[in-house]
């Protein structure tokens, strides 16, 4: 069974740093896109970055900021935070389409991490 354990959430002061972890585990084909969304309470669960396919994406809150990156033999995405700021509060979700045949994509989602930031 494929599932996405992510790790690296904390609390940390504004301006600080933190790397958030995505491993995949399972039995997969191929990972096509791999990415980060947060929901800050109270608030919709928002795209943060992304990459595969595509390409790679930033949402403007954090372009600048932040950066995914993967580990392809690992099956791993990161997500390197820096100059963080409280409104970067919030859980983080990692989220993945992935090939499991050569003929069918599945999406999956990590149980979150949750990233606090003091002011």
């Known amino acids: 069974q494929v599932q996405l354990v992510e790790s690296g959430g904390d609390l940390v002061q504004a301006g600080g740093s933190l790397r958030l972890s995505c491993a995949v585990s399972?039995?997969?084909?191929?990972?096509?896109?791999m990415g980060w969304y947060r929901q800050a309470p109270g608030k919709q669960r928002e795209l943060v970055a992304r990459?595969?396919?595509?390409?790679?994406y930033y949402a403007a809150a954090v372009k600048g900021r932040f950066t995914i990156s993967r580990d392809g033999a690992e099956n791993t995405v990161y997500l390197q935070m820096n100059s963080l700021k409280p409104d970067d509060t919030a859980v983080y979700y990692c989220?993945?389409?992935?090939?499991?045949?050569?003929?069918?994509?599945?999406?999956?989602w990590g149980k979150g991490t949750l990233v606090t930031v003091s002011s």
């Open positions: 989220n993945a389409d992935i090939r499991l045949t050569r003929y069918y994509d599945e999406e999956y």
């Open positions: 990459e595969g396919t595509g390409g790679t």
């Open positions: 399972g039995s997969i084909f191929q990972i096509r896109n």
